[in-house]
């Protein structure tokens, strides 16, 4: 009988995972659509049309685009051989990388602690050891980022990452053959040409691991081998130039400034896995978890001190480890009483982050079925422009302002301007000065025709009336006060 009370306890964090699972599994079933969804969306369609030449997902232009990484293009195959709309293949992509994340977490683990438990905590703190500000973005992995993300290459390659690691802490602490090291060189390589900045914080966790194993001589040359093989991938991949991301900071400083404000509200939670690692550090300076989250640190805190703010997308580096070694402090203390108080702290510390991500459940219920208290945490999902698809067709051109550019072409149109930075888009910044000129009060109709005509224009989308909307007729009326107009030729 003795047991037993501790037998429920170990039973406490597999039954919290495994429910955060089903909310993840029913989060999925709605999609919720905010940030990057309408890009990944219009890339499926742009690669089901077209899978040798599907030039810009989003204008009308023929450019190559980091956004056909080998995962889009498997998904586009997919919706072109079943027929399946864009939306039922970004749920397959969802439920796909969902399952390479939990089972990558797993492995992962296994490879730092063989505690049953330890796997369910871990996956616990990944979601909920965040902070008391929610903070939502791609390429990071809290309950309330992951439910708008699930479906984004971000996702999947996180997903990879995991089984990246523990399969190369596998073979450099008991040397594998030549298969092995290729095969981790070629995976390194769809890491990072699926998403680029979650393949930096796979290199910096793979460079901490091979760090923490000091592998043997022979070790260092399969590895050697192994990255070049990486490196001939990314030069041989056809859908765009993965080099010549490296020149593409400048365009990505501004966006990614964010990333560097109120850390202490968004990550305060991650000093307990802190913490934890400065345990690991004193009985162990080789640790992998150690090694990692300081790569992480100097990459990021190299970001802010240079300016180079894009380099914060580098912060799941430093977050990951410390939220690792706070589950595994819980499960491998050596002391009873300190494992006690270990999971008392680390109790507290997931009840309020997970408190702080409780709106998620509005994607699964609605808010209108939440209690007051959770309603006011959640975030209404875009509503979407499925709407003007009864008149406007594949591959015509809207003209509209960032935010609906931002969902429009995931219907099919492309868009006068990119709703996001595009890097490979030498008239972007043309293209969007055309679009604020089209807009601005006072701007003369020969100019707006001028416009029109230039990218081939046959729909407008605005917010309410367009001002002296000479040439305009209003086809339908959306959502918040949108208007499509149909361009009179």
């Known amino acids: ?13 597999p039954a919290a995972a495994a429910l955060v699972l089903a909310l993840m599994l029913l989060v999925i079933v709605r999609l919720p659509w905010a940030g990057d969804l309408g890009m990944h969306a219009a890339t499926v369609e742009r690669l089901r049309h077209n899978l040798v030449d599907p030039g810009n997902p989003l204008v009308d232009a023929d450019t190559p685009s980091p956004y056909y990484s080998p995962w889009m293009l498997l998904l586009g195959c997919v919706a072109r051989v079943t027929g399946l709309s864009v939306f039922v293949v970004l749920r397959i992509a969802a439920v796909v990388g969902l399952a390479l994340l939990v089972t990558g977490i797993w492995r992962y683990v296994r490879t730092l602690s063989r505690h049953p438990m330890a796997p369910a905590l871990v996956l ?22 992951l439910a708008l993300t699930v479906s984004y290459p971000s996702v999947f390659a996180l997903g990879l990452a995991f089984h990246f690691w523990a399969w190369l802490a596998r073979v450099v602490r008991e040397p594998g053959g030549w298969g092995d090291f290729l095969g981790l060189g070629v995976l390194w390589a769809v890491i990072l040409l ?31 081998a192994g990255l070049a093989l990486g490196v001939v991938v990314l030069g041989l991949w056809p859908y765009y130039d993965f080099f010549a991301l ?37 009985r162990d300076r080789w640790d992998p978890l150690v090694l990692f989250f300081g790569l992480g640190v100097v990459v990021c805190a190299g970001g802010w ?14 977050l990951i480890p410390a939220q690792v070694a706070a589950a595994l402090e819980v499960v491998g203390a050596g002391r009873r009483g300190v494992r006690v108080a270990w999971a008392c702290v680390l109790g507290a510390a997931l009840v309020v982050g997970a408190w702080t991500q409780a709106g998620t459940l509005g994607y699964v219920f609605g808010r209108g079925r939440l209690p007051e208290a959770v309603a006011a945490k959640y975030r209404d999902p875009w509503v979407g422009y499925k709407w003007i698809t009864p008149w406007v067709k594949y591959g015509d051109v809207v003209l509209a302002r960032t935010a609906a550019a931002r969902q429009i072409p995931a219907y099919g149109p492309y868009t006068v301007a990119p709703g996001y930075p595009d890097f490979f888009l030498p008239d972007e910044g043309r293209r969007e000065a055309a679009v604020r000129r089209y807009f601005a009060a ?21 917010r309410g009336a367009v001002r002296d909307a000479g040439g305009l007729r209003v086809v339908a009326r959306g ?6 107009y149909a361009v009179v030729r």
């Not at 009988?1 to 964090?13: D, E, F, I, Q, W």
């Not at 001190?305 to 430093?318: E, I, K």
Request: charged share 15%; net charge positive; glycine share 12%.
């Open 1 to 13: 009988m003795r047991g037993t009370p501790r037998r429920a306890t170990a039973a406490v964090a």
């Open 124 to 145: 616990l703190c990944l979601l909920f050891l965040w902070g008391t500000t929610l903070f939502e973005w791609s390429g990071f992995l809290g309950l309330n980022s």
């Open 194 to 224: 699926c998403h680029q900045f979650s393949g930096v914080v796979a290199s910096l966790g793979a460079l901490a691991t091979v760090l923490a194993a000091r592998p043997a001589r022979a070790v260092w040359t399969r590895l050697a």
């Open 246 to 282: 490296f020149g593409a900071g400048a365009d990505l400083e501004s966006v990614h400034r964010q990333l560097y404000r109120d850390p202490f509200g968004r990550f305060g939670l991650v000093l307990v896995g802190v913490v934890a690692l400065g345990l690991r550090w004193r």
């Open 305 to 318: 001190l240079s300016g180079h703010y894009s380099w914060g997308r580098a912060l799941p580096a430093v």
């Open 442 to 462: 006072g701007t003369a109709q020969g100019v707006r025709r001028d416009i029109v005509k230039s990218y081939g224009v046959r729909w407008v989308v605005s």
């Open 479 to 484: 959502p918040d006060g949108q208007v499509l």
